[in-house]
């Protein structure tokens, strides 16, 4: 007998793969009345994301009302309060204050937890207690409640706190 007249080898067995390490876990399947997996760590990062807008919206509408009460205070404005005129300027003010918030939390979402709210609470107060002081206080106005003296800052604000 030659080579020729045997008959070909058969072909190589497949070698098993190795499990990987660490095992991955298998993802379920999801079924339609089931609402879709989401790591934990990702949902509360959207938490804190929405969290942070919130507090921004919320800061927005404090600032809005703040100077709306100042100036109805004083007597200063175009109107009673100048809500009027406040309220068109509150549809810019809450969302911006929003997106400042929310961009602060993105840019320091890698600082500890404890520090994190630290740089948005003082932006927005920043922003709180600049908008009382050009929009709330109209200089040089001449407001006749008698309540409050020629730079229209009312009593009840700090002065310690730039008007």
Known sequence: MTHRDLPPPPPPLPTP???????????????WYQAPVTPPGRRAARLQLAGAALVGAVAGFTASRLAANARAYCDAGWEAGGKFELSFEMLFLV????VLALVLALLTRRLPLAVRAVPILAALAAV????????????????DSGLCGPDNVPPWWPAWLPS
């Open 95 to 98: 969302p911006g204050c929003a």
């Open 128 to 143: 709180v207690v600049w908008y009382f002081a050009v929009s709330g206080t109209l200089d040089g106005y001449p407001g």
């Open 17 to 31: 793969r190795r499990p990987s390490y660490p095992p991955q876990p298998q993802p379920r399947p999801q079924t």
